[in-house]
């Protein structure tokens, strides 16, 4: 099983910065991919950033959204994800959510995590 604990939301006002931080911790052999999701009061949840690994290189991809203003980096050595927002909006109000998909064992099945989610408030 794997957890995944985000940290650093809070409230901000409009054009203000905010970095959030997600950890993945237990039993992992490989983790395939981290990404960063939010859920708004009364919206789907929608995927905010990507972040995938292929030999040394890191891949990210974000939604037209917020591309431009967020940037979604990892550390492969301490299993975290993070996603620095800048020129925050009140249209990015919303719950975040950090997901993985991650193996346990060598030849086990990827298996996608979710976290707990933390608050984002921009003010006007």
């Known amino acids: 099983q794997v957890q995944l604990v985000e940290s650093g939301g809070g409230l901000v006002q409009a054009g203000g910065s905010l970095s959030l931080s997600c950890a993945a911790s237990?039993?992992?052999?490989?983790?395939?991919?981290m990404a960063w999701y939010r859920q708004a009061p009364g919206k789907q949840r929608e995927l905010v950033a990507h972040?995938?690994?292929?030999?040394?290189?890191?891949?990210?991809n974000y939604a037209d959204s917020v591309k431009g203003r967020f940037t979604i980096s990892g550390d492969n050595a301490k299993n975290t994800v993070y996603l620095q927002m800048n020129s925050l909006r009140p249209e990015d109000t919303a719950v975040y959510y950090c997901k993985c998909g991650a193996s346990s064992t060598y030849a086990g099945e990827p298996s996608d995590y979710w976290g707990q989610g933390t608050q984002v408030t921009v003010s006007s």
């Open positions: 237990g039993t992992i052999f490989s983790i395939n991919y």
């Open positions: 972040i995938t690994r292929r030999g040394f290189t890191n891949y990210a």
